[in-house]
């Protein structure tokens, strides 16, 4: 039982700090530091996530409360706002980027898998995109619209244990096929898009790599029925093979591919997929596609329990280690879902752990029975949470 550290210090030791000085060393990120370094910055920032602090001046404020448990953390006094603010900006946030690597990893090896009902053994992905927005204002170099700033999170999601595996911000107005086609993807995989990903030259490219893929079908999208399955199970309108007609369709993707209509009972509409896979059913190909409704949740996770809508310093490199830190920080959450036998929720983790960030106790039998500490049938006195009593 660990009760000499805080639960944050004993949070941030899931980060390998040899590992994490190794990346510095390679960016040679703590050169001209005087004091404030790459890691001080990181303990700042996972601090601003998991507390929710709104500005520069609240994580000052907060870990300047933290008192003499700072050196815990691994840094000797708390940042002041201009020390946060030029760090922000001067750090070179791909540290993060490769830290983020590292936690994912680390994460990995404590991946519960796929869901059951997938019976293949392929990989599947979801791929998708979400718009940040920001003040053009105080954003100028994010132009999205012509009076709107924004910036967007593209993620890839492998859905053994929903972890992101690939993240990059780009400005707003980039398109997502454009990242779609930088992707280096395992021959066998699957990947779930929706219809803005719909691009006939990658669904080409995909096919000749032996990369599956299912992807809304768009509306507009001509073709020529060349086959088609009589024998249909429930809730499949159609299940066709296809060649497209359209003047560059049928000359960039001039293989045949697979139309799939499904019947959604809940909205009560037909659901129109496109794909080259052949050897699964037609209610596969629909489960595959729903199942990349976890890249939505995914996003609304991130954004409702980390500090991804609004930023605390308004330059790109500022903005970048803000994203990534909080994306390092949604792996050390998954990593205590997945090391935890209890059924977390990650709001409810989220939460608790805010409310109990500088408390000490041992973080894993918190995991455990810390969702206990409220319940006046607690029998373990030394199991309550107490915000007032703390070692010397």
Same mark, same amino acid.
């Given at each position: ?129 979400? !718009? ?12 999205f619209r012509q009076t709107k700033g924004a910036v967007k999170l593209h993620l890839l999601l492998d859905h053994e244990g929903y972890l992101p595996v690939f993240a990059h911000v780009t400005e707003g107005c980039v398109?997502? !096929? ?32 032996? !990369? ?108 970048q280690v803000q994203i990534w830190t909080a994306l390092i920080g949604i792996l050390l959450l998954k990593y205590m879902q997945f090391c935890s036998k209890a059924s977390w929720s990650m709001s409810n983790l989220v ?42």
């Amino acid at each position: 039982m660990n009760t000499t550290m805080s639960l944050f210090c004993q949070v941030l030791s899931l980060i390998d700090k040899h590992q994490f000085q190794h990346i510095v060393n390679q960016y040679d990120s703590d050169k001209g530091s005087k004091g404030f370094s790459t890691w001080n910055l990181f303990v700042s920032m996972l601090f601003c996530h998991l507390a929710q602090a709104k500005s520069l001046r609240e994580i000052s404020y907060g870990l300047k409360s933290a008192g003499g448990r700072l050196s815990h953390l691994g840094i000797s006094r708390a940042p002041s706002k201009s020390n946060l603010s030029y760090a922000n900006a001067r750090r070179p946030w791909q540290v993060y980027q490769h830290v983020f690597h590292a936690a994912l990893d680390k994460c990995r090896e404590k991946s519960p898998g796929k869901k059951k009902h997938f019976r293949f053994k392929n990989k599947l992905y979801s791929l998708d995109a979400t !718009v940040i927005d920001l003040c053009l204002s105080l954003f100028p170099w994010a132009k999205f619209r012509q009076t709107k700033g924004a910036v967007k999170l593209h993620l890839l999601l492998d859905h053994e244990g929903y972890l992101p595996v690939f993240a990059h911000v780009t400005e707003g107005c980039v398109h997502e !096929v454009n990242i779609a086609k930088g992707l280096d993807l395992p021959k066998g995989s699957i990947i779930a898009m929706d219809r803005a990903y719909t691009d006939y030259r990658l669904f080409q490219k995909w096919t000749d790599e032996e !990369v599956f893929f299912v992807c809304r079908l768009k509306d507009n999208a001509q073709f020529r029925v060349i086959r088609r399955e009589k024998d249909l199970e429930k809730n499949i309108k159609a299940d066709w093979t296809t060649k497209w007609t359209g003047f560059y369709s049928r000359q960039h993707a001039p293989r045949p591919l697979r139309i799939v209509k499904v019947w959604n009972p809940e909205k009560r509409e037909v659901l129109e997929f496109v794909t080259n896979i052949f050897h699964l059913s037609a209610s596969t190909i629909a489960a595959i596609y729903k199942d990349r409704w976890e890249i939505e949740l995914f996003f609304k996770c991130l954004k409702q329990n980390l500090k991804i809508k609004t930023f605390v310093g308004t330059t790109p490199n500022a903005l970048q280690v803000q994203i990534w830190t909080a994306l390092i920080g949604i792996l050390l959450l998954k990593y205590m879902q997945f090391c935890s036998k209890a059924s977390w929720s990650m709001s409810n983790l989220v939460a608790l752990l805010r409310m109990n960030l500088m408390v000490y106790a041992d973080l894993w039998e918190w995991l455990e029975k810390g969702w206990l500490i409220d319940d006046p049938r607690q029998e373990d006195p030394q199991l309550v949470l107490n915000l007032g009593q703390h070692p010397v």
